[in-house]
């Protein structure tokens, strides 16, 4: 079998050894029935990370995002987002077929919607319009690369929303690399939005499983909206056991993953083959453009050679992660250089 290193994402980290033995040992309940105690551990947990009173173990990021929604919302309403968010751009038209919600997209820089424009976009009471229900942010921002919401931004955005009564959603799928990044504690990041979402299932190694949190009447909303998507789950401990782990471990190592980033995205540059853009290389993911052929044909190529990547867009989207060793990101370069030496 030929070898292979894997960059496509962060989700497919497997669990770690630790993981899959504190699995086999875990005390389980039946979640729906509110007695699991791996469940209830991961969750208190999870308070005292977020500051949260209210939390929820919960499937994936995007039924939580997708439960944020519908609990913060009525049908009709109006959510602004960035353009390129997850929530818009991945999540399967979910605002809409879930919460009968329309979405109001406004186009970001490195992630951030323009104060000016957020508040442009807040609707008014005229019975023409809909009503503005929501305000969605993203930290770091994927699409953007991985970028961090300086937390100066969050806190304007945050007066706006209390100013015209409006709540803010935090789909924080990746908001312990923000943490991880900045020093800023993920309590701090929590404190300006009603509900965060931050997933358990990426950079934090956990097979799946994300949280939810916001205040306890928003979460005794969200169980129940959780229930109605199918979401309820009975020995979710095994998961939580792994969840647990997660966030008190695999949290601390996250820098690692920024530094391969580094490390590979200044290479990368170096060979003058591809543009990529330094500013946005902030966490754990590189997005580059090659010069000379399409992102899509060099996915290909580098596939056949065992090293795999994302196209989004017109980029090529490599993501650093417990499961790829720094010597393993320098392999993948002389791989990469080999490639276009020849070509040339
Ligand atoms: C991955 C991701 C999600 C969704 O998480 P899933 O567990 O894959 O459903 C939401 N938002 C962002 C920014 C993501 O990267």
């Given at each position: 079998m030929q070898e292979y290193f894997d960059f496509r994402s962060d989700t497919v980290t497997r669990p770690t050894k630790e993981m899959i033995e504190a699995m086999s040992k875990a005390k389980v309940g039946d979640d729906v029935l509110g007695d699991d105690p791996t469940v209830i551990e991961l969750e208190e947990l999870a308070k005292k990370v977020t500051g949260k009173q209210g939390v929820l173990f919960i499937c994936s990021g995007t039924m939580g995002n997708q439960i944020s929604i519908r609990v913060h919302t009525n049908p009709g309403e109006e959510i602004i987002i960035e353009e390129d968010s997850h929530i818009f751009k991945y999540e399967v038209g979910g605002a809409a077929w879930n919460s009968l919600v329309q979405t109001r997209t406004i186009e970001g820089s490195y992630g951030c919607m323009s104060l000016e424009k957020i508040s442009d976009s807040i609707r008014h009471d005229d019975i023409h319009d809909p009503r503005t229900g929501l305000i969605c942010l993203e930290n770091t921002h994927n699409n953007s690369g991985g970028v961090i919401l300086p937390l100066e931004y969050i806190q304007e955005v945050r007066k706006l929303s209390q100013k015209r009564n409006i709540k803010m959603h935090l789909d924080g799928a990746r908001i312990f690399n923000a943490s991880a990044a900045t020093g800023i504690p993920v309590k701090e990041y929590a404190k300006y939005f009603d509900s965060?979402?931050?997933?358990l299932s990426k950079g934090l190694c956990s097979p799946l499983g994300s949280i939810l949190v916001g205040d306890i009447d928003f979460i005794d909303h969200a169980r129940r909206v959780r229930k109605v998507l199918g979401g309820g789950w009975r020995q979710a401990g095994y998961l939580a056991a792994c969840g647990i782990i997660s966030i008190k471990k695999m949290s601390k190592r996250l820098g690692d993953d920024h530094a391969k980033a580094r490390v590979f995205s200044k290479a990368l540059g170096e060979m003058g083959e591809f543009s990529i853009d330094m500013k946005s290389v902030q966490t754990n993911m590189v997005y580059f453009k090659?010069?000379?052929?399409?992102?899509e044909s060099f996915i290909l190529r580098m596939k056949k050679k065992g090293v795999l990547a994302l196209s989004h867009d017109d980029k090529v989207r490599f993501v650093f992660h417990n499961d790829v060793s720094l010597s393993?990101?320098?392999?993948?370069?002389?791989?990469?250089k080999n490639d276009s030496m020849k070509r040339r």
């Open positions: 965060m979402m931050f997933c090659p010069l000379k052929e399409p992102a393993d990101v320098k392999r993948a370069l002389g791989i990469i």
